[in-house]
């Protein structure tokens, strides 16, 4: 589809030129001319050697795909039994032969009173342009999801260069190894604060020994006194 910025370049290129009643060529041309050149290339068509006049500009416009009516922010056509005009996307106004200039950018353009006919062209909305790569992320925008990976292919190898990750203060201590020599003592290191030494076990004394002999006998029972005789 087309871009207001070609077809100003075009008017802009035959502005000023003379009119000519059925000139074709950028040396001037006529109203139904300059028509035919903004249709023609709006629609992809050559500019020249295809030219309609308000005979048969409504069968010329509806074959390059121009819709009944006028709409705003599209490529507009208006004209009676003899006489066209146009109207830009953007407003602008272009026509030839009106105030007995030649072509020109200004005049009243596709909307003028006289107009019995309206045709119009629609603009395709502009495609989104991508974002660059480097472009920050909206306010609140969810992180992009990681690119997959190929399990097929190698791991990248380790920069040497690169400084090593940050511990975890929070992962568990790797387990000793049973076979690491034990770290030496620091000499200059202060001793350890009592209640840090664990109290020494005391000495295991000898079993007693039991021995398998009777108990020795009651003593004997006291004699009672003879009684006196009084």
């Given amino acids: 589809m087309f871009a207001i910025a070609t077809l ?18 950028p040396a001037g041309t006529d109203c139904s001319g300059l028509a035919s050149w903004v249709s023609n290339m709006a629609t992809g068509r ?9 005979g048969n500009q409504e069968r010329a416009l509806l074959a390059r795909g121009f819709k009944y009516g006028s709409q705003p922010g599209a490529l507009v056509i208006g004209w009676n039994s003899g006489h066209t005009a146009v109207t830009l996307p953007d407003g602008t106004a272009v026509s030839s032969g009106e ?8 005049g009243g353009g596709a909307y003028q ?78 001793p350890p604060p009592a209640d840090a030494i664990p109290p020494a076990a005391p000495m295991d004394g000898p079993a007693p020994i039991v021995l398998d002999v009777p108990p ?15």
Avoid: C, K, W
Wanted: net charge negative; glycine share 8%.
């Fill in 113 to 190: 009173r006289q107009f019995t006919h309206h045709m119009y062209l629609p603009m395709e909305p502009a495609a989104p342009q991508d974002a660059p790569a480097d472009a920050p992320l909206p306010f609140g925008a969810p992180p992009p999801p990681p690119a997959p990976t190929d399990p097929m292919l190698a791991p990248a190898p380790a920069d040497p260069m690169a400084a090593p990750a940050p511990a975890d203060p929070f992962a568990p201590p790797p387990p000793a190894d049973p076979m690491a020599a034990p770290a030496p003592m620091d000499p200059f290191a202060p």
């Fill in 8 to 25: 100003m370049a075009l008017v802009q290129q035959v502005s000023g030129t003379p009119y000519i009643s059925g000139g074709d060529s």
């Fill in 99 to 106: 105030g007995g200039h030649g072509v020109r950018i200004g």
């Fill in 46 to 54: 050559p500019v020249y050697g295809d030219r309609f006049n308000t």
């Fill in 216 to 230: 020795p006998p009651a003593p004997p029972a006291p004699e009672e006194p003879a009684p006196v005789a009084i």
